[in-house]
């Protein structure tokens, strides 16, 4: 019954990448597959060739990336590259519209290029936006079937395919699994 969840970090700033994720997250508030929320004043927040997959769920502010961005206003600043979300993401309210599959909110608008999202559940990529440039939605089982020939086609030059997940090459070489390179 906590705010601010995240599978790598409930509130944060700076930069996270090359990470890979399949909590279970459950938050009051800003519940997120990597992030739960960004932190506050004039922070900066990257995150960068990270993939969720997992359920997550909050009372409100649900995203499969980040659960939050929020006080725009302040200077926060969020960009977010070369990420899949395979979450299953809700918010429990039935009134509320705020779950995402990349985020629960977003008070500004984020720099976001390459990003990918399972929208099995007939979401946006955040809360009540049918749709966000530089991010695409698509059914579990496309996203699980993609080749690495897609992959490059979409711009993510550095995933490869690893038994029918996308995966960022550099957490591949790190785990020293093999993979295909077309």
Request: hydrophobic residues 40%; negative net charge.
């Amino acid at each position: 019954n906590q705010d601010m969840i995240g599978s790598i970090a409930g509130r944060m700033q700076g930069t996270v990448e090359n990470c890979v994720s399949y909590a279970t997250v459950y938050g009051k508030n800003y519940a997120g597959g990597i992030i739960g929320m960004q932190g506050t004043n004039a922070c900066k927040l990257i995150v960068e060739n990270c993939l969720a997959g997992g359920e997550i769920s909050a009372n409100s502010y649900a995203g499969g990336i980040n659960g939050g961005f929020a006080w725009a206003t302040r200077g926060q600043t969020l960009t977010v590259t070369n990420c899949i979300s395979l979450c299953a993401v809700a918010d429990i309210r039935t009134d509320a519209d705020t779950d995402g599959g990349v985020f629960g909110n977003h008070a500004a608008n984020p720099t976001v290029s390459n990003v990918f999202f399972a929208n099995d559940n007939n979401q946006g990529p955040a809360g009540n936006k049918a749709s966000m440039n530089g991010i695409t939605g698509m059914s579990y089982e496309a996203l699980t079937s993609l080749t690495d020939a897609d992959l490059k086609a979409a711009g993510l030059t550095d995933w490869a395919i690893v038994e029918k997940v996308p995966f960022p090459k550099s957490l591949i070489d790190m785990f020293d699994v093999s993979y295909s390179d077309e």
